[in-house]
Protein backbone atom coordinates (compact mmCIF):
# COMPACT_ATOMS: atom_id res chain seq x y z
CA UNK A 1 0.00 0.00 0.00
CA UNK A 2 2.45 2.44 1.08
CA UNK A 3 4.61 1.80 -2.47
CA UNK A 4 1.50 2.45 -4.30
CA UNK A 5 1.00 5.57 -2.74
CA UNK A 6 4.60 6.88 -3.42
CA UNK A 7 4.42 5.70 -7.01
CA UNK A 8 1.17 8.22 -7.29
CA UNK A 9 3.33 11.05 -5.95
CA UNK A 10 6.09 10.10 -7.91
CA UNK A 11 3.57 10.73 -10.83
CA UNK A 12 1.87 13.83 -9.69
CA UNK A 13 5.22 15.74 -9.15
CA UNK A 14 6.12 14.81 -12.62
CA UNK A 15 2.77 15.97 -14.01
CA UNK A 16 3.50 18.91 -11.75
CA UNK A 17 6.80 19.38 -13.55
CA UNK A 18 5.42 18.86 -17.08
CA UNK A 19 2.57 21.04 -16.51
CA UNK A 20 5.44 23.80 -15.64
CA UNK A 21 7.69 23.19 -18.49
CA UNK A 22 5.35 23.34 -20.99
CA UNK A 23 3.25 26.13 -19.04
CA UNK A 24 0.34 24.13 -19.21
CA UNK A 25 -3.36 25.56 -17.60
CA UNK A 26 -4.65 22.42 -17.93
CA UNK A 27 -5.50 19.96 -14.80
CA UNK A 28 -6.43 16.73 -16.54
CA UNK A 29 -3.52 14.51 -17.18
CA UNK A 30 -4.41 14.03 -20.63
CA UNK A 31 -4.41 17.36 -20.93
CA UNK A 32 -0.89 17.77 -19.91
CA UNK A 33 0.32 15.29 -22.08
CA UNK A 34 -1.09 17.16 -25.23
CA UNK A 35 0.23 20.29 -24.06
CA UNK A 36 3.19 18.59 -23.92
CA UNK A 37 3.24 17.12 -27.13
CA UNK A 38 2.41 20.26 -28.43
CA UNK A 39 5.38 21.93 -27.22
CA UNK A 40 7.96 19.85 -27.94
CA UNK A 41 6.36 19.96 -31.82
CA UNK A 42 6.83 23.34 -31.69
CA UNK A 43 10.34 23.15 -30.31
CA UNK A 44 11.44 20.92 -33.56
CA UNK A 45 9.79 23.40 -35.66
CA UNK A 46 12.01 26.00 -34.39
CA UNK A 47 15.20 23.54 -33.90
CA UNK A 48 14.12 22.79 -37.98
CA UNK A 49 14.15 26.54 -38.86
CA UNK A 50 17.18 27.72 -36.81
CA UNK A 51 18.94 24.95 -38.64
CA UNK A 52 17.67 25.91 -42.01
CA UNK A 53 18.92 29.11 -41.49
CA UNK A 54 22.12 28.09 -40.01
CA UNK A 55 22.72 26.06 -43.49
CA UNK A 56 22.17 28.98 -45.92
CA UNK A 57 24.39 31.05 -43.44
CA UNK A 58 27.22 28.42 -43.91
CA UNK A 59 26.68 28.02 -47.74
CA UNK A 60 27.45 31.38 -48.15
CA UNK A 61 30.23 32.24 -46.42
CA UNK A 62 32.55 35.01 -47.46
CA UNK A 63 35.55 36.49 -47.29
CA UNK A 64 37.18 40.22 -48.98
CA UNK A 65 40.56 41.09 -47.92
CA UNK A 66 42.11 44.01 -50.00
CA UNK A 67 45.84 45.29 -49.64
CA UNK A 68 47.19 48.60 -51.20
CA UNK A 69 50.33 47.82 -52.83
CA UNK A 70 52.72 50.80 -54.72
CA UNK A 71 50.81 54.31 -55.62
CA UNK A 72 47.55 52.74 -57.33
CA UNK A 73 47.19 49.75 -56.89
CA UNK A 74 45.32 47.32 -54.84
CA UNK A 75 45.46 43.69 -54.29
CA UNK A 76 41.93 42.00 -53.71
CA UNK A 77 41.04 38.61 -52.45
CA UNK A 78 37.54 37.32 -52.99
CA UNK A 79 35.99 33.78 -51.58
CA UNK A 80 32.73 32.71 -51.42
CA UNK A 81 30.82 29.25 -51.19
CA UNK A 82 27.69 31.10 -53.76
CA UNK A 83 28.88 30.92 -57.46
CA UNK A 84 26.51 32.37 -60.00
CA UNK A 85 27.71 35.49 -61.52
CA UNK A 86 29.83 36.94 -59.03
CA UNK A 87 32.84 37.87 -61.33
CA UNK A 88 30.65 39.73 -63.82
CA UNK A 89 29.24 41.52 -60.43
CA UNK A 90 32.69 42.42 -59.08
CA UNK A 91 34.48 43.76 -62.95
CA UNK A 92 31.16 45.97 -62.50
CA UNK A 93 32.10 47.36 -59.58
CA UNK A 94 35.19 47.67 -60.78
CA UNK A 95 34.61 49.55 -63.67
CA UNK A 96 32.54 51.86 -61.90
CA UNK A 97 35.03 52.65 -59.31
CA UNK A 98 37.24 53.23 -62.35
CA UNK A 99 39.72 50.29 -61.19
CA UNK A 100 41.59 48.32 -64.14
CA UNK A 101 42.14 44.65 -63.48
CA UNK A 102 45.94 44.06 -64.41
CA UNK A 103 46.42 40.67 -63.52
CA UNK A 104 43.43 38.61 -62.17
CA UNK A 105 43.52 35.01 -61.41
CA UNK A 106 39.84 32.96 -60.67
CA UNK A 107 39.02 29.64 -59.31
CA UNK A 108 35.37 27.95 -59.10
CA UNK A 109 35.97 24.42 -58.23
CA UNK A 110 34.41 24.18 -54.33
CA UNK A 111 32.46 27.74 -54.71
CA UNK A 112 34.18 31.09 -56.26
CA UNK A 113 38.01 32.08 -55.39
CA UNK A 114 39.60 35.43 -56.93
CA UNK A 115 43.03 37.20 -56.50
CA UNK A 116 43.50 40.45 -58.86
CA UNK A 117 45.80 43.13 -59.09
CA UNK A 118 43.58 46.09 -60.15
CA UNK A 119 45.11 50.18 -60.34
CA UNK A 120 43.07 53.08 -60.05
CA UNK A 121 42.79 55.28 -63.35
CA UNK A 122 43.18 58.87 -61.69
CA UNK A 123 41.30 58.65 -58.09
CA UNK A 124 42.70 58.24 -54.54
CA UNK A 125 40.64 55.46 -53.71
CA UNK A 126 41.06 53.94 -50.07
CA UNK A 127 40.68 49.76 -49.12
CA UNK A 128 37.77 50.38 -47.32
CA UNK A 129 36.12 51.71 -50.45
CA UNK A 130 37.07 49.07 -52.50
CA UNK A 131 36.16 46.49 -50.08
CA UNK A 132 32.55 48.02 -49.39
CA UNK A 133 32.24 47.79 -53.62
CA UNK A 134 33.33 43.97 -53.52
CA UNK A 135 31.02 42.80 -50.88
CA UNK A 136 27.94 45.04 -52.71
CA UNK A 137 28.85 43.06 -55.93
CA UNK A 138 28.73 39.64 -54.43
CA UNK A 139 25.83 40.14 -52.44
CA UNK A 140 23.89 41.63 -55.67
CA UNK A 141 21.47 39.48 -56.72
CA UNK A 142 22.64 38.72 -60.62
CA UNK A 143 25.49 40.32 -62.18
CA UNK A 144 22.60 42.86 -64.80
CA UNK A 145 21.25 44.72 -62.23
CA UNK A 146 22.83 47.93 -59.88
Excluded at 102 to 127: K, P, T, Y
Amino acid sequence: MDSRFRKRIALRRKFHMLRTLTRSKSVKKSSIVIDAFLYIYKLKLKLEAIQREYSKLMNYTQEVKVEKINGKGFIVRVSCKKGEDILVSILEAFEKMGLNVVQARVSCNNGFGMEAIVEAEDQALDVRAVTEAVLKAIEKPGGDEA
